[in-house]
């Protein structure tokens, strides 16, 4: 079947990396109410599984402080060497470390709607 759904957002979903489970709830019913898909993971681990499985996605969402084998700044560099070209937000209530490797910084709490905004612009829908 021809998939004829023109909307770039719906074609590669945003893969949201965030411990908390009812944050990470919260964020992705706000996103798919916008039209965005989203791939929840509760840590780097699950995340890089999604990645090397070949799942297209379009953007990278990670919370800062996660437990599991390395933390959102070790997720965005692993993104940033085997990925290049996915863009990386990381997101926390304190500021990332200077050297840290990614695309935007989102300061938790969040304000969704400029959340909102923000993805799609860096997505281009």
Not at 4 to 23: H, I, M, Q, W
Not at 63 to 92: C, F, H, W
Not at 93 to 106: G, I, L, Q, Y
């Amino acid at each position: 079947m021809l998939d004829t759904d023109t909307n770039p957002l719906s074609k590669a979903p945003v893969l949201l990396v965030e411990d908390d489970v009812l944050v990470r709830t919260m964020v992705s019913d706000e996103l798919r109410a916008n039209g965005i898909s989203v791939i929840e993971c509760g840590d780097a681990d699950e995340a890089l599984e999604v990645l090397r499985s070949r799942t297209q996605v379009s953007l990278i969402v990670t919370d800062i402080q996660m437990p599991g084998s390395m933390n959102g700044v070790g997720l965005a560099s692993v993104i940033k060497r085997e990925y290049p070209e996915l863009k990386v937000i990381i997101t926390s209530s304190e500021r990332p470390p200077h050297d840290a490797k990614f695309d935007h910084f989102v300061a938790k709490p969040w304000d969704i709607p400029n959340v909102i905004r923000h993805i799609k612009s860096i997505v281009g829908a």
